[in-house]
């Protein structure tokens, strides 16, 4: 049988942060592509809510989730446990889950910048080297980390989660260089504001709102859906060619100077 470039079925896809915003789109993409999905998010009820709901619309995929926090080792060992006890390897991992708090560099407390870090780098680095011997027992797989505008250049979130967001895009760069003999690609996405919950609070100024706009040539924030497709393009066959790259998704953003 001849592989569908632009189908992912059959393909198991681990997702982390994928009951609300971001994660939740790359889910439901991935799962209209045909990709069984794992997962994952530490609150129970909303993930038990997402993983209902991509079960009814898929019913013919295996739709599995587990509540875990990606900052904690041990839950990243249980997750990678879960995932190995499901069968033969994994083909995806996405690494979506992230946080952060934002503030001025001189008013971080040590606990709040290494958790950050914790969240949005360890856990994508921990995540992707315990995944990676099931990744290597398929001919090709791929990992995808959702990265940030804020990785690239100065916004205003705050310089750790910058800092984080560009280590997690070098990690990108390095993991793909040293892991193409093993068939894994290894690529990222940028968003710069995307509607989700995380962003509705600072998005609700009207001012903010405006200054946003106008600094996005296309004029308006984007949406989890246009974030979820440039993750999907990368997870496919069709994007087999494709690793180490980092796929700004931000209406112009990073390319408007003035
Ligand atoms: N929205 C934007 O404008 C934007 C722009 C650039 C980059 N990003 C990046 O996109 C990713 C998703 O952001 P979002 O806006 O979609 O956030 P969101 O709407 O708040 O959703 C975050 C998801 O991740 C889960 N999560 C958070 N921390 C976790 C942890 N430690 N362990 C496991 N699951 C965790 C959340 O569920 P629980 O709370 O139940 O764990 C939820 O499912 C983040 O990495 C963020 O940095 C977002």
Same mark, same amino acid.
Not at 104 to 109: L, M
Not at 237 to 243: D, G, I, Q, R
């Given at each position: 049988m001849t592989t569908n470039r632009w189908r992912l079925d059959g393909q198991l896809a681990l997702v982390t942060? =994928?009951?609300?915003g971001i994660g939740l789109a790359i889910a439901r993409e991935l799962a209209g592509l045909g990709a069984h999905l794992l997962l994952v998010a530490r609150e129970e009820d909303p993930l038990q809510e997402a993983r209902d709901e991509l079960a009814e619309r898929h019913p013919q995929q295996d739709i599995l989730a587990l509540a875990a926090d990606v900052a904690d080792d041990e839950d990243r060992q249980a997750i990678l446990d879960w995932a190995e006890d499901h069968g033969e390897g994994l083909h995806i991992l996405v690494n979506n889950a992230g946080g952060n708090v934002t503030r001025? =560099?001189?008013?971080?407390?040590e606990d709040e910048w290494r958790g950050i870090f914790e969240s949005n780098v360890f856990s994508a680095f921990e995540l992707s080297r315990y995944a990676h011997p099931l990744l290597a027992r398929h001919a090709a797989s791929s990992i995808v980390n959702v990265g940030s505008v804020s990785g690239i250049t100065h916004v205003r979130s705050g310089v750790v989660y910058g800092m984080s967001k560009a280590a997690l895009h070098q990690m990108t760069r390095n993991l793909a260089a040293e892991w193409a003999e093993d068939g894994i690609r290894v690529n990222a996405v940028a968003p710069w504001y995307i509607r989700t919950r995380r962003t509705s609070g600072p998005l609700s100024d009207p001012d903010y709102y405006e200054e946003v706009i106008a600094r996005t040539p296309m004029g308006r924030i984007g949406e989890p859906e246009e974030v979820a497709s440039a993750v999907a393009f990368l997870c496919l066959?069709?994007?087999?060619?494709?690793?180490g790259e980092c796929i700004a998704v931000d209406g112009g953003f990073l390319r408007y100077g003035f």
């Open positions: 942060g =994928a009951s609300a001025a =560099a001189v008013d971080y407390t066959p069709a994007a087999s060619y494709v690793t």
